[in-house]
């Protein structure tokens, strides 16, 4: 399946928010994911199944100072 995430096409086999963000490296703690433009929790990362067409936008958090 086709999905966008932060405006890039990547295919993908079926899999959660929470299995696309391990595949991609990403630390689920450290990222807010905005799925199909809503907030979607974290709590709901590992339950939430990605479908063909869907367009997330991952933030990370970078600390600093």
């Given at each position: 399946?086709?999905?966008?995430?932060?405006?890039?096409?990547?295919?993908?086999?079926?899999?959660?928010?929470?299995?696309?963000?391990?595949?991609?490296?990403?630390?689920?703690?450290?990222?807010?994911?905005?799925?199909?433009?809503?907030?979607?929790?974290?709590?709901?990362?590992?339950?939430?199944?990605?479908?063909?067409?869907?367009?997330?936008?991952?933030?990370q958090f970078v600390g600093?100072?």
């Open positions: 399946m086709e999905i966008l995430v932060n405006g890039e096409r990547k295919v993908i086999e079926t899999c959660t928010v929470l299995g696309l963000l391990e595949s991609l490296g990403i630390d689920p703690r450290r990222v807010a994911v905005e799925l199909n433009l809503e907030i979607l929790p974290k709590a709901d990362y590992g339950a939430t199944t990605l479908r063909d067409g869907d367009r997330l936008e991952i933030v600093g100072g």
